[in-house]
């Protein structure tokens, strides 16, 4: 399933995780050229022995002369200082007690006077921003990276371009392409794991896809208190949708509920012997008219059939339709207002990609769709519309047709989709 989707993301997902590590290299490099310490080194001791060049003598005969006299000065000093230093200390040993105690106090406001200045130094050093240090700024370009939104895109193209082979919506891709964005572009990101990041982010971008279904419908058409439970399904010709109501009835049979099937296709030649070949194996009653007859008058009769035999659940069958042919569309709008469906199902075939995703959308606008089935889906090998369909209709995919037996239809779950692409 998804076989060439999966292999193209792979491919994408490792040539942008290389792209985000070169490109973050290339970043570090313009950054660290010629530090600018050095230069500022190299022009002073230029400028310095420029100056000074020849005079190297002259300078050093006067240096000699005058540090000979200060020495003997500062010695000196040091001298005299002294004296008076004990003098003092003998004049406070001789004042009376009470004056002691006023220089304490002197000496104590004077210390504390002296302590306030660093105090309002600290205070000015902590409202700076604080700036990282040479060895933990290094160290953080070692093991990460980041990249900008110009070198983001160009890497994207890639996997944008794997998305749009492979039938994945214009939306979706928009949708995929700011997820990955947000979580790459001015980020840094560990070098280690680069390309884990964007395999996660890409799961948690498809996840997101997928409209969830609040209803179990085996539940739902027990819990209906007048009977029955009518679900029409729709989609254009050849595209799984009477094999897949098959599939359905065997399913409600196998979980104890009684079914009906009406075969309101009365258009296409063929159809009603297909659907009551299906009924004859799975052991259910059809209702049926000639070909040419009023399509919402047999779904009406079934209807009526399965109120009056206490039947749980009616599937009605209808003409497979272009989404473009006004005047079908215009007769499955009849047959909605005559026999009020529960639900609303289209059948799309998986393996269509885009054409599916469009028939989706243009019958949601003509009657309202509640949700999906995706035929087909276990020989689809792109995926796009099963990535695609839920997300652009808003509608949840119920069930995936994948093989040709009536067991062969399993309840949606993405998880199965996200294993399909190799992210689960």
Not at 61 to 90: A, G, N
Not at 306 to 325: E, P, Q, Y
Not at 332 to 345: E, S
Request: charged share 35%; net charge neutral; with cysteine.
């Amino acid at each position: 399933m998804f076989k060439f989707l999966k292999d193209k993301l792979k491919s994408a997902i490792s040539k942008i995780s290389e792209g985000v590590e070169k490109e973050g290299r290339i970043e570090e490099k313009e950054v660290e050229v010629t530090p600018e310490p050095k230069k500022e080194e190299k022009g002073f001791f230029a400028k310095l022995k420029e100056k000074f060049a020849g005079k190297e003598e002259k300078i050093a005969e006067e240096l000699e002369v005058k540090e000979e006299k200060p020495k003997i000065e500062i010695k000196k000093e040091v001298i005299e200082e002294k004296k008076p230093e004990i003098k003092e200390v003998k004049e406070i040993k001789h004042k009376p007690v009470e004056h002691k105690k006023e220089e304490k106090l002197k000496l104590e406001h004077k210390e504390i006077k002296k302590e306030e200045r660093p105090i309002e130094l600290k205070q000015k050093i902590t409202e700076e921003p604080i700036k990282k240090g040479f060895f933990e700024t290094l160290k953080e370009k070692i093991i990460t990276t980041k990249i900008n939104e110009e070198q983001f895109e160009k890497l994207f193209w890639d996997m944008e371009l794997a998305l749009m082979e492979n039938n994945v919506a214009v939306e979706v891709i928009e949708k995929i392409k700011n997820d990955l964005k947000e979580e790459l572009v001015e980020n840094p990101i560990k070098r280690t794991k680069v390309e884990e990041t964007i395999q996660e982010t890409l799961k948690n971008s498809i996840e997101e896809l997928f409209q969830s279904a609040d209803f179990d419908l085996v539940q739902e058409i027990k819990d209906k208190k007048e009977k029955p439970y009518v679900i029409a399904f729709f989609g254009i010709n050849g595209s799984g949708k009477t094999t897949s109501i098959a599939k359905l009835a065997n399913m409600l049979k196998e979980r104890k509920i009684s079914c009906v099937l009406a075969a309101s296709d009365t258009f296409r030649a063929a159809s009603i012997e297909q659907l009551q070949q299906h009924a004859d194996k799975l052991g259910v009653k059809i209702i049926k008219h000639a070909y040419g007859s009023d399509p919402a008058a047999v779904a009406f009769d079934a209807i009526k059939h399965a109120r009056a035999k206490n039947i749980d659940a009616v599937l009605i069958d209808t003409a497979g339709r272009m989404h473009s042919n006004t005047n079908l569309i215009q007769e499955m709008q009849k047959i909605i207002r005559v026999a009020k469906p529960d639900l609303k199902i289209f059948v799309g075939e998986s393996i269509t990609g885009n054409d599916c995703v469009e028939q989706a959308k243009t019958f949601n606008e003509a009657v309202g769709i509640d949700g999906i089935i995706l035929a087909k889906a276990d020989v689809d090998e792109k995926g796009g519309a099963a990535v695609s369909v839920s997300y652009v209709t808003k509608k949840p995919i119920l069930y995936l047709g994948v093989g040709q037996k009536y067991s062969d239809l399993q309840e949606f779950n993405s998880n199965v989709i996200l294993k399909g692409l190799g992210l689960a």
